[in-house]
């Protein structure tokens, strides 16, 4: 069929549907992204500082972890944890803010990133380990670090081997090591340097089986616990509002009194989190708000979340913990 419409109309474009993102709720992720042809994705240092600092702030946000990155000229690697969290919305929260930052600093319009994200689930210890190895080795192509990659100071190799403080708070370390059955800092740095060395010449992650894997006599324990992102909406808003003592009519009122946008805000911010919600199908939920003022309301609300306010925070965790 496709071939006969061509040959119908041989300059008619016939638009393919693209392939649809392999994703699952328990999904860990190794992620790229690439610049468009001929512009650097980061110009200097300080782009890649401001590019780790949004990444610190969206796994924050949606309570995602990062396990390694490593970002380069015109692209980046993050082996991320998203923890039952859409991988799609956060990426494009995460690059959206990037692109808007750049394109003011360089005082550019369009595109900045090649076509949409690329990424792979990492399905098994071998795999998740093959992706640390991987990231963390990719600096060897960077002038003057072949031999000491463990030294690029936009990767989170140097964390690992705590020759380099966690100058973002970004990296759990528990998982890998959990992976490695190493409870020592110190045995897992030395380790865990060699297991990268061992694979210096990774040419894919695909290319690390099973065997590569030392096996070990400790106890394997990851820590890794999936946030529940299906809650319903009218039960966390009755549930906010219950604890806040508001009623549930304040959702959905336009007065500005300081306690009710706080609580739209709060609202605003969990269905996001924790239910899974787009800006749009918040605004269906609590009205009179428009698509920029839901994702303003959302970021209140999650500097709410994060305060010293015990009240906020206290409803949060207990929300964090609550099965549908």
């Known amino acids: 069929m496709f071939h006969d419409k061509m040959k119908e109309n041989p300059r008619e474009v016939i638009e393919l549907p693209r392939k649809a993102r392999e994703k699952h709720s328990e999904a860990i992720y190794h992620i790229m992204c690439r610049s468009i042809s001929e512009v650097m994705l980061f110009r200097d240092d300080d782009d890649k500082v401001r590019y780790l600092k949004l990444l610190k702030r969206y796994t924050d946000k949606y309570r995602c972890s990062v396990y390694a990155y490593c970002l380069m000229t015109n692209h980046l690697h993050i082996h991320l944890d998203p923890k039952g969290y859409d ?61 000491r990659v463990e030294e690029y100071q936009y990767s ?21 090591q959990g992976l490695m059955g190493i409870k020592s800092k110190k045995a897992f740095a030395y380790k865990y340097r060699k297991f990268v060395e061992r694979h210096k010449d990774l040419k894919s992650v695909g290319m690390l089986i099973d065997n590569d894997i030392e096996e070990t006599e400790n106890e394997y324990i990851s820590g890794r616990k999936i946030v529940v ?8 808003i009755e549930y906010i509002a219950c604890k806040l003592g508001q009623p549930i009519s304040n959702v959905l009122s336009r ?60 409803i949060f965790g207990e929300l964090l913990n609550t099965v549908t």
């Open 229 to 236: 992102r299906e809650l319903t909406p009218a039960k966390v």
């Open 255 to 314: 007065q500005r009194r300081q306690n009710q946008f706080e609580f739209r805000a709060f609202v605003a911010y969990v269905l996001r989190v924790l239910c899974g919600l787009g800006y749009r199908q918040i605004c269906e939920n609590i009205y009179n708000i428009t698509i920029s003022g839901c994702s303003r309301l959302c970021d209140k609300g999650f500097e709410l979340a994060n305060q010293q306010n015990l009240i906020y925070a206290g």
């Open 156 to 176: 989170s190799y140097g964390v690992y081997l705590k020759i380099r403080k966690d100058r973002y708070g970004l990296i759990d370390l528990g998982f890998i």
């Open 87 to 147: 991988i799609s919305k956060f990426m494009h929260s995460l690059n959206t803010s990037y692109v808007h930052y750049y394109n003011k600093k360089y005082e550019r319009h369009g595109h900045l990133f090649q076509e949409r994200f690329k990424s792979r689930i990492a399905d098994s210890d071998s795999y998740n380990l093959a992706v640390s190895a991987y990231i963390h080795n990719n600096p060897k192509d960077i002038y003057g670090y072949s031999g």
